[in-house]
């Protein structure tokens, strides 16, 4: 140290010192008490992009069928082949949503889960 300075004592008069507690956060996993978290690992069915896929798609078949055959021209899209894309839309969004969540555990109602 050069002449006329002292040395630091503690860590108060050197900012500069290496602390020794851990920092936040940075604790033994082991020392922690568990903790529950509720999670749900998929989303609600009205907050996917696929839900209002499905009602968009569903929506502009019903109006083509209805639209289609007006102003006595033929009736090419007749009502009986319209609900039956209907209904094979609505079952694959039913389908995708299994698969979706066919891995997926409900935490949020699980009571076992601790």
Same mark, same amino acid.
Request: charged share 25%; proline share 5%.
């Given at each position: 140290?050069?002449?006329? +300075? @002292? *040395?630091?004592?503690? *860590?108060?008069?050197?900012?500069?010192?290496?602390?020794?507690?851990?920092?936040?956060?940075?604790?033994?996993?082991?020392?922690?008490?568990?903790?529950?978290?509720?999670? =749900?690992?998929? @989303?609600?069915?009205? @907050?996917? =992009? *696929?839900?209002?896929?499905?009602?968009?798609?569903?929506?502009?078949?019903?109006?083509?069928?209805?639209?289609?055959?007006?102003?006595?021209?033929?009736?090419?899209?007749?009502?009986? %082949?319209?609900?039956?894309? &209907? =209904?094979?839309?609505?079952?694959?969004?039913? &389908?995708? %949503?299994?698969?979706? +969540?066919?891995?997926?555990?409900?935490?949020?109602?699980?009571?076992?889960?601790?």
């Amino acid at each position: 140290m050069p002449a006329g +300075k @002292k *040395e630091p004592t503690n *860590e108060q008069e050197d900012p500069m010192a290496a602390r020794s507690e851990p920092l936040a956060g940075s604790q033994n996993p082991a020392n922690r008490a568990s903790r529950h978290i509720a999670l =749900t690992e998929t @989303k609600h069915a009205s @907050k996917t =992009t *696929e839900f209002y896929a499905m009602i968009a798609i569903i929506a502009g078949i019903l109006i083509a069928a209805w639209w289609i055959g007006r102003n006595g021209s033929p009736d090419l899209f007749r009502a009986d %082949r319209a609900w039956l894309y &209907v =209904t094979i839309v609505a079952s694959a969004y039913m &389908v995708s %949503r299994g698969l979706a +969540k066919s891995g997926s555990q409900d935490r949020a109602d699980d009571t076992n889960a601790r």
